[in-house]
């Protein structure tokens, strides 16, 4: 069974840097094929695709947020982490990891999601 | 960027009723595009990719049709399950470049 969960602060102050950590189990992100994305959801909005690493190690970032992010992954700890610098209240939401495959290339799996809101 | 139009924002359907969701790409995705349902409080499910391919485990009263800029999410006959918000979603260029739509509210009439 493939599951995903993120991890993180729940509250961070403007200007501060967000990591955040997805923990999976049920597949091996060294497995070809495999990548991990973060995905945000502002409070009754749409979703907002952040980032991607794949098998390969090969990075992917949202052209209008690339700047600020980071992401990395940990396969012998079946981890990836998401880092967003210089947050802004505009940045709270909730914020989900979800697998893909090269091969399908939509999101198939997701956690439940971690909340994360910007205030001082 | 590829934006994501879909309408209406609200559909309001008997249960039993068919539903038809629309989602439209502001150029051409062929046939990279992806339908999630959300219930609230939950993380999104993926239904259909590729257009129109099922994902595992979804019932067959989900279906999903069209190419190009023009897709279709159709519910043959709404259980109270199905009552949820809708996202479509292009892979065309992805990575780097995936967007989503910005939801259809499926309620009960």
């Known amino acids: 069974q493939v599951t995903l969960r993120e991890s993180g602060p729940a509250l961070v102050k403007p200007t501060q840097t967000l990591t955040l950590t997805c923990t999976f189990s049920g597949f091996s992100l060294s497995t070809s094929g495999m990548c991990v994305s973060w995905i945000r959801q502002p409070p009754g909005k749409a979703l907002e695709w952040l980032a991607l690493i794949d098998w390969d190690d090969d990075k992917y970032y949202s052209t209008s947020l690339k700047t600020r992010l980071t992401i990395s992954k940990d396969t012998s700890k079946n981890q990836v982490v998401l880092t967003m610098t210089n947050m802004d209240p505009v940045d709270t939401a909730t914020y989900y990891c979800?697998?893909?495959?090269?091969?399908?290339?939509?999101?198939?799996?997701w956690g439940q999601g971690t909340m994360v809101t910007v205030s001082s | 960027e590829i934006v994501m139009t879909q309408s209406p924002a609200t559909l309001s359907v008997s249960p039993g009723e068919r539903a038809t969701l629309s989602c439209r790409a502001s150029?051409?995705?062929?046939?990279?595009l992806a339908w999630y349902q959300q219930k609230p409080g939950q993380a999104p499910r993926l239904l259909i990719y590729g257009a129109s391919t099922r994902a595992t485990g979804i019932p067959a009263r989900f279906s999903g049709s069209g190419s190009g800029t023009e897709f279709t999410l159709t519910i043959s006959s709404l259980q109270s399950e199905d009552f949820a918000v809708y996202y479509c979603q292009q892979y065309n260029n992805w990575p780097p470049e995936s967007t989503f739509g910005q939801g259809t509210k499926v309620e009960i009439k």
């Open positions: 979800a697998r893909t495959t090269t091969a399908a290339r939509a999101f198939d799996i």
């Open positions: 150029q051409s995705v062929s046939s990279n």
